[in-house]
């Protein structure tokens, strides 16, 4: 009846996210043991209470004037197997399964749980199991992730608070320990969440760094002391109160807020960021050396010496009448002149990356024209389209290509294909392939060309780039997708 109770409220407070599916339906088999046993243990400590207390009204004050000790009872124990229930069907679902920030209900369940702690509606032991349980939560929810923050702090120090007081009132602590667990740590925990994650980032960017968290904690300190006076006052009516330990806690309170919370959160809140610097500088340097390994890339592809030897032989084949040698080299020159002026930059028109793989091809089949047995295929679409892309993806595996696709000796073969759909290209390049003579200083040789732009596309293109390579005795074949950007 009781678990029967609680899952209907506690259903209700989440009708918003459970139109489908009940709460319960939702549980995996270990948590629906662990309800029924709660219900379980609550049913038989509400019987036993009956059973073995000669003093019935002595266990739970009256809250309701004319109601029995069994309504006050019943009542206390509805209240703790409701909390309980909402520890686990509603705050472990937000921080451990839904990976969520604390939410306002969160925090009311945990205010509603130390109020009725401090009212005495929730048993002692129950209480201690409760500190538990949200301990559990605070450390799968770390378990997902790598920073709490805020929430995960606020977890934490309820539960530490939860069952320190608990065992106070278990181990018949001093007055003064009661009393300073009962009123003035609660407090002392709002102020240094305050103080931590909402005060200190805001007092770093000023100049009298320390004076202004002196100022807000002094006015913290006024705020607790007078909500402090008030409960004293209020209870005073009803109670007898000792005059020494109100002083004494009253003294605590002035210490803890005035003295140790600004030290503490001044001593963790630098180590924090201490610690996030040195994060960051580890992330600055591993970035460092990849920019470092891209420019080292980058330079094993830009013969810088090459440029003016070109115009040096290009003007010596005008002069000799070689007009196709000319030719060559003029385009030889145009791609040395992009290698030179636009492959320093990260990203540049597709259309030159283009017209600079035209360039090469046509270098090439000036040079494998005098083979008939050698065949080479383009179909390469012309219209960038406005994309960019990173300089030299594309070229070396062209390079590659005729490389080790062409033999002036044997019948060869390359086919290259460029299409683009919408922000996608799509790359392929199929040759033969051909074994290097025994006299051939590169046979051994297994090239720089694809690793380096293997390096490069996982560099510039994580998670935007397919590249397939297949490779049998007689044919190499590559296909490349390439997730691109517009001109921006």
Known sequence: ?????????????????????????????????????????????????????????????????????????????????????????????????????????????????????????????????????????????????????????????????LLLYAIALLTDMPALARSYLMLVAPMAILMYLQLLYVVMPRVMMKKNRRWSLFGTSLLYTLISSMLLGIVFLLLSTKHNMDEEMVAFTMLLNLATALVVLPILTWEIYKTRNRKRNEEIKVLQTELGKSDASLNFLKSQINPHFLFNALNTLYGTALQERAERTGEGIQMLGDMMRFMLQENIEDKILLSR????????????????????????????????????????????????AFKHGISLNNPSHIKITLQLTENKLYFDVHNSLHLKLENDPERLQSGIGLQNVKQRLALLYPEKHELIIRQNAKEFFIHLILQLEGNQ
């Open 1 to 161: 009846m009781l678990s029967t109770i609680a899952a209907s409220i506690l259903l209700r407070i989440q009708s918003s996210d459970m139109k489908e599916h009940s709460a319960i339906k939702q549980l995996n088999e270990v948590t629906k043991i662990e309800l029924w046993a709660f219900t379980g243990v609550i049913s038989l400590s509400l019987i036993f209470s009956f059973s073995y207390a000669p003093h019935i009204e002595n266990l739970i004050p009256h809250f309701f004037t004319g109601m029995g000790p069994w309504v006050n009872l019943f009542f206390s124990y509805i209240i703790t197997c409701i909390l309980y229930f909402s520890l686990v069907l509603f705050v472990e679902r937000i921080h451990v399964h839904d990976n969520q920030r604390g939410s306002g209900a969160v925090y009311f369940i945990y205010f509603m749980i130390g109020l009725f702690l401090l009212l005495g509606m929730v048993n002692v032991y129950f209480a201690i199991l409760m500190a538990m349980r949200i301990f559990v939560i605070y450390f799968r929810s770390a378990k997902e992730r790598k920073e709490l923050g805020y929430d995960g702090e606020a977890t934490r120090l309820f539960a530490g608070w």
């Open 353 to 400: 990356d283009i017209e600079y793989l035209n360039n090469y091809i046509a270098l090439q089949k000036l040079r494998t024209s005098v083979s008939p047995d050698i065949s080479i295929e383009t179909q390469i679409e012309q219209d960038g389209q406005g994309l960019q892309i990173a300089p030299m993806i594309l070229i070396p595996f062209v390079e590659n």
